[in-house]
């Protein structure tokens, strides 16, 4: 997978030197801090961590104009160090979108507290009485690339599925997240829970990055969110266990039996509706038998909203006079463009579809465009992703979308959890067992 245009100037863990004796201590001692709170946080009810993240919406409202201020600071560095637009709009706040992200909190206060909920159970033929229930992770690094908004995510879905975070969230928004984890933890206080319970460690730098992937046994989970680079650093470096999130070189296939207007409204809101995020589309696939009737309007389309479009052959020959297709290559097929490009290409049937998705795919979402049942179910089956789309924007794989509140990311392997994270997959299980004096034979 090449990494996205624009990347990143400073990704909080890659090409990190091992950490000084100095900065490792200080991580650890971030850890153990995060561990006592965590303590709390376990048995706290769910009353008193909804109130709490009442608050911290509240607080965050408040701080409104602190935040912006800061977050101008990263937006003008960003900017001088040649930033890509995607990636600045992940890193833009503005009062709407505070107050959005602080809508999300008051949304995960509504919804069910995970811990504590039976997963099954049984009474075995013995007399034993089993029962699984969720608990809490523990401690949850979060280390993720200029998105302010992750901060206030993490930090609200680790409180309210019992978890204390530590998070390291980049030099880029290094003044919004100083400013936005400062008013959480404040929050925090006032609302009777420890301020340890949401920590960054960003002062550390990329050095106190690869100090949080070593502190196994302090912290039971690290989050990656960001660029490929980020995502494949902290999986090879970290001895915390990993769950990788986010890469997302998504399709859209238009199937031969495909509603024109639908297609393209779907093909137009997955690739522009929003573009420097994971679930944006980054290739077009195209039955052949659809190709004449959708690819000159949709290549219309996309060059209209400013959209570089890279073609194979058969696309470009398709595209109407004045609409300029750069010849697609690997490189295309391969891209996480996070911007206002997509690589389009017309395939054979669907079988071709799925075999170029399987090829090119970073397992994130897919989506088909069809009226063919079997198609779609075809499409289903032949596909691995974590999300598949029928005859909808991959721009719905989301937290907040799919009824979870916020996420923490949106997982692409297959151990533990997979799409969008939400409280429950924040949870492991203890199994409780219950005897009369039971002895094993």
């Known amino acids: 997978m090449t990494p996205a245009p624009g990347a990143a100037a400073d990704s909080p863990a890659t090409s990190a030197a091992p950490p000084s004796d100095e900065v490792r201590e200080a991580v650890l001692a971030a850890a153990r801090r995060a561990r006592v709170a965590a303590r709390s946080l376990a048995t706290a009810t769910r009353a008193t961590k909804d109130a709490a993240l009442r608050t911290m919406a509240d607080a965050l409202v408040l701080a409104a104009d602190e935040i912006v201020a800061a977050n101008a600071d990263d937006l003008a560095r960003g900017r001088a160090n040649g930033t890509s ?19 999300a909190l008051r949304e995960l206060a509504a919804l069910p507290d995970p811990v504590g909920e039976i997963v099954r159970g049984s009474t075995l033929p013995n007399g034993l009485q089993l029962v699984q229930r969720r608990v809490p992770m523990g401690v949850v690094g979060m280390i993720y690339e200029a998105r302010p908004n992750v901060t ?91 769950v990788e999130t986010g890469v997302g070189n998504c399709h859209v ?63 470009r020959a398709l595209a109407p006079d004045g609409i300029d297709v750069i010849p697609a290559t690997d490189v295309d097929w391969a891209t996480e463009y996070l911007a206002l490009e997509i690589a389009v290409r017309v395939v054979d049937d669907l079988d ?25 179910e075809q499409f289903i089956a032949g596909l691995d992703s974590a999300a598949i789309m029928v005859n909808a924007s991959t721009r719905f794989t989301d937290g907040g979308q799919f009824g979870l509140g916020a996420e923490i990311g949106i997982s692409t392997q297959k151990l533990h959890a997979r799409g969008p994270m939400g409280l429950t997959e924040l949870t492991t299980t203890t199994w409780i067992v219950h005897g009369q004096g039971h002895v094993r034979d």
């Not at 050095?207 to 980020?230: E, F, Q, T």
């Not at 509603?259 to 195209?286: D, F, H, W």
């Open 253 to 315: 296939y238009v199937d031969a039996s495909a509603e024109v207007p639908m297609a393209l409204a779907i093909l137009m809101n997955s690739k522009t509706q929003r573009v420097g995020v994971c679930n944006a589309a980054e290739t077009l696939l195209v039955h052949r038998e659809a190709a004449d009737g959708f690819l000159p309007g949709a290549l219309t389309a996309l060059a209209g909203a400013g959209v570089v479009i890279h073609g194979d052959e058969r696309t």
């Open 352 to 376: 071709a579809a799925v075999e170029h998705i399987r090829t090119w795919s970073s397992g994130h979402t897919e989506a088909i465009v069809t009226q063919d049942l079997r198609a779609s």
């Open 85 to 103: 637009p995607g990636l600045l709009d992940r890193l833009a706040l503005t009062p709407e979108r505070i107050g959005a992200i602080a809508d």
């Open 152 to 242: 206030v995510d993490a930090a609200g879905l680790a409180l309210k599925s019992g978890n204390a975070v530590i998070l390291r969230g980049g030099a880029a928004a290094a003044r919004s997240n100083e400013v936005i984890v400062s008013v959480l933890s404040r929050a925090l206080v006032e609302a009777g829970l420890p301020a340890d319970a949401v920590q960054s460690i960003d002062a550390y730098g990329r050095p106190g990055a690869v100090a949080l992937m070593h502190a196994r046994g302090l912290v039971d989970l690290l989050v990656p969110r960001g660029g490929a680079d980020l995502i494949q650093t902290v999986v090879r470096e970290s001895t915390v266990p990993v």
